[in-house]
């Protein structure tokens, strides 16, 4: 048992099976591993995930309790497979993960039967996360359930263990009350519910813990704005607060000393296929979604349109990995990418150029290293909850790149100083902004670049997971009384009925 323990879908490592049963791993993608892998060293915990692939199930059967981070303990869950595709894929992705990032389809979503089914599975699963947290959790220890996929799971945890401490992070956006309501009124308040099991619920910007406390006044929720807290029908107090997530450039520098070490061949350099003198427009995303990738290439394709003196000599290199290739919507979107890239290409390139080189990987060293080359970054999400790339790029740019930011993305909130930001939805202020990031002078760069790596180092990894451990414990210590006389500061609405 630990004294800390943390739940995620998905674990620090990938593992992957080999054709003669040995078992390799890799460092887990997402920003949420990212982070928490650096910032957990130097701390012992259990670390609770699911098992993904086959290798996750067969390293989950022959090793219960494989090494973690740090020498931490990793024990991964294992579920039937189309009980874990309808919590995955049909709750957690394509219900809330969408719903969040205002992309679900109103006009054509249902929830029918199939989707009470799907819920019975999410249910289960965060059942039994909560039940492992229980068995792996000292008495009084402390307990981390992360983001949208294990939000019913603070609750249970409670139930069984009123002893823990309980935090929950929400790593994506918090969509506002009109949208959260699309949700059916059981199963919207059945998440709001079990949020508000834990101690702490945490976000990576104001804007999206205020937007849960708006959804939790219109509900009928007791709010304290003053204190950004929430008194849940049994009065357990549950407070608010947003965590916005830093990089640390030493650790990120490492890398990429690491992963030009063994990946460093010229047909590897960020800079292949850039004209003499030419400049460098770079992307690095998920492919999924939410990233914006399409809009950003029509918007690539107008700025050229408009502006041909840059042709020739401009070249934009998109980095992406895949994402849920196991959803439909995925793999279309991953076809629409391509297509677009083509089209420009086909429209613009000449013998000696090609405008756009699309490059599907996963390699953040490599990754890294684009970044750190580039003389614009683009990074145009519809929403995101943080966004890390526009962190990291900011933090190991050479070049004093001019970083062009969606303000919908919550790193807006710590970037806006030193970015040119867009609507995600305005291709052509995209297109106008690309041909102000390759204008601007000189010195107006150098002062843009040291605003964003002072935005962007603001709150590391480690010192974002100390801010979390010690608010959750000051909270025990002063304990969670309600202001006396306190009444429910939002209207009665159509979640009600059902708390």
Partial sequence: MSALVIASNRGPWRFTLQPDGRLSWRRGAGG????????????????ISAAITDGD??????????EGPAGSQLRMLTFEPTTYERYYHDVANRTLWFLQHHLLDTAGVAFDHRFRAAWASYREVNRAFAEACDEATNPGGEVHLEDYHLALAPAMLRERRPDVRILHLVCCPWAGPDDFGVLPDAVACELLAGMLGADLIGFLTHRWARSFLACCEAAGYEVDRQRDAVRA????VAHVRPYPLGVDEQDLRRLIRQGAAVTGGPDDAPSRGVPDGGRLVVRVDRLEPSKNIVRGLDAFA????????????VTHLVLVS????????????????EQRAEMVNQRFGTAGWTPVRLV????????????????????????????????EAACVNERDAVLILSRNAGAADDLRAGALLVNPFDTAELADTLATALSLEADDRAERARQLREGAARMPPRQWLLAQRHDLARMQTEGSAWPRGKSPAGEKGGLTSQI
């Fill in 32 to 47: 949420l591993v990212s982070a928490l892998t650096p910032a957990l060293e130097g701390h012992a915990c259990t670390w």
């Fill in 322 to 337: 895949l994402s849920r290739e196991g959803m439909a919507e995925y793999r279309r979107y991953h076809c629409e990418v």
């Fill in 233 to 236: 029908k049994d009065g357990h």
């Fill in 302 to 313: 107008a700025f050229l349109e408009q502006n041909p003196r840059f042709l020739g000599e």
């Fill in 57 to 66: 199930r067969a390293a989950a059967d022959g090793n219960g309790s494989p």
């Fill in 360 to 391: 599907v990987l996963d390699d953040h060293p490599r990754a890294l290293r684009a970044m750190a080359a580039a003389d614009v970054l683009v990074v145009n999400p519809v929403w995101d909850g943080m966004n890390l790339v526009a962190k």
